[in-house]
């Protein structure tokens, strides 16, 4: 079984215990985002969706509920407490085929540029990292990594740690395990696109790679405080955020979704 399919089955047993035996009691219907006006929306903290519902006055939500996990809004969205929840698209997938009665409505929120958070003023590793992002685009690792997670792609296999001389150091990244397939947990360790991106960066570089799962709105902070180097978590560039950090070159673009209820 492949990996990406080891963690729905893994995310969806924690779904189906959380939400047996819960009820529907919210009768709203919503087939287009027009019909958010008036709602309540759900979106997990610090997340680009929390950012995006919450600014967004044209939308028209009543209320914005805010979770620590993506699943958990899920869970309240299934127990009727709120009437959607706004969520990265893949990840959605994952809840939506996995529990029963949900789905994705047809237009797509928003799009994004998924990129690597850095310290602002740390261009040298800045710079260190788009020239390893460029490489591993141009060679087809970050595509043959995409291909795994994401595409579907008959015969793709999980990224690889190479066997190189790592000089330099240890490249700690931070991240939220709530997001499959970019990262979630398995066993004991933190897996998925993003994580296996990030170890083909720290293979260029010579650079052990430490990954250290946190809430998703203390990534940010750790960056800009020096605990960890890099923030990888399906994380936005956007002008909210470059306040306090940098970006690398975008790696992959995502989209916002809204699920709701059949």
């Known amino acids: 079984m492949k990996l990406k399919k080891v963690m729905a089955v893994v ?51 009543k209320t914005v509920e805010h979770y620590n996990k993506g699943f958990e809004a899920v869970q309240a969205l299934m127990q009727g407490k709120i009437d959607a929840v706004v969520i990265d698209d893949q990840p959605a997938k994952v809840f939506v085929e996995k529990n029963k009665g949900l789905k994705i409505i047809d237009e797509e929120y928003t799009s ?21 992002i460029a490489q591993i685009k141009e060679d087809g690792t970050l595509q043959g990594i995409i291909d795994y997670y994401i595409g579907n792609v008959e015969g793709a296999t999980p990224y690889a740690k ?30 998925g696109l993003d994580v296996d991106m990030a170890q083909a960066i720290a293979d260029i570089l010579g650079m052990e790679l ?6 998703f709105d203390s990534i940010i902070a750790n960056i800009t405080s020096g605990k960890s180097d890099i923030g990888v978590a399906g994380l936005t560039d956007n002008e909210e955020r470059r306040q306090s950090i940098d970006f690398s070159d975008s790696y992959y673009t995502g989209r916002q979704v809204i699920i709701v209820k059949e």
């Open 11 to 61: 995310l969806a047993g924690v779904m189906v215990a959380s939400l047996a035996g819960c009820s529907s009691k919210s009768n709203v219907k919503i087939n287009a985002i027009a019909d958010l006006k008036g709602t309540t929306v759900g979106v997990q903290t610090g997340t680009t969706g929390d950012i995006l519902v919450t600014d967004d006055k044209e939308l028209g939500v």
């Open 112 to 132: 994004e540029a998924y990129a690597i958070g850095i310290a602002k003023g740390n261009t040298e590793l800045k710079d260190k990292i788009n020239a390893a």
């Open 162 to 191: 190479k066997d190189v001389d790592r000089p330099n150091g240890t490249l700690v990244m931070a991240t939220n395990a709530e997001f499959p397939p970019y990262e979630s947990i398995e066993g004991n360790s933190v897996v």
């Open 210 to 215: 430490k990954v250290e799962d946190m809430a």
